[in-house]
């Protein structure tokens, strides 16, 4: 059974452009959650979704979006990019929103020149 | 507001020697507690959780942690450290279980760990 796949594994923008991150869940898992992942500030919850909703974002700014599409995958969007969005960008999913485990991507590295 | 301490950023310990990786947490309602690997340019990969059972868990590659209500701690071990183990471990908290509107882990600062020869 496939795991969580992300795309692309690495992407390098310049300050001010428009990223867009993918996440294809686990076959049949209905929540997908975004985190940040940066250079000494740890994992960061950025944003969860479950059923096609967003359920709940972390304190990032409205630049940073996303949606979840009818199979359940997700695009997760950074606007205006900043130096310091540089980081890993890990997504997770699980069966569904009460479910007590969630397993992750291998992750985007995003580097902002 | 729940919250995860994980002390020392660094631990560095012998190959066969015990591993203990100290996380406390708190939590306004019973937590589930989990313990993640990351190796390096990797995503996480669950090691164990505690989900209000029985208080010591055994997760995967001889790792076991203890659930400790009245110390708030959840801290891992393994009695013998192989050179595999080096890696970074993060304690999370969730209160997903108990209809939490959070949805989401709330992560510790991580902690790296070498092994040495």
């Known amino acids: 059974e496939a795991g969580v796949t992300q795309s692309p594994t690495h992407l390098i923008k310049t300050r001010g452009q428009q990223a867009t991150l993918r996440c294809s869940p686990i076959s049949g898992h209905t929540s997908v959650y975004w985190y940040q992942q940066a250079l000494g500030l740890g994992l960061q919850f950025l944003l969860w979704y479950d059923e096609g909703e967003e359920r709940n974002r972390g304190n990032f700014p409205p630049r940073f979006s996303g949606r979840q599409f009818p199979n359940y995958s997700s695009e997760l969007n950074v606007n205006a990019l900043e130096l310091e969005d540089s980081a890993l960008y890990l997504c997770?999913?699980?069966?569904?929103?009460?479910?007590?485990?969630?397993?992750f991507g291998q992750g985007t590295r995003l580097t902002v020149v | 507001a729940q919250s995860v301490t994980q002390l020392g950023s660094h631990v560095s310990v012998s190959e066969g020697a015990l591993v203990l990786l100290r996380c406390n947490y708190s939590?306004?309602?019973?937590?589930?507690l989990f313990w993640y690997v990351q190796y390096p340019n990797q995503g996480l990969q669950l090691l164990l959780k505690y989900t209000s059972a029985a208080t010591l868990v055994k997760g995967i590659n001889g790792f076991e942690a203890e659930f400790k209500k009245s110390e708030t701690s959840f801290h891992l071990t393994k009695p013998s450290a192989h050179m595999s183990d080096a890696a970074e471990y993060f304690c999370a908290v969730s209160d997903l279980g108990y209809g939490g509107s959070q949805g989401n882990l709330i992560f510790g600062k991580g902690t790296k760990l070498s092994v040495k020869p």
């Open positions: 939590s306004s309602v019973p937590p589930y």
């Open positions: 997770a999913s699980s069966l569904a929103s009460w479910s007590t485990e969630a397993f």
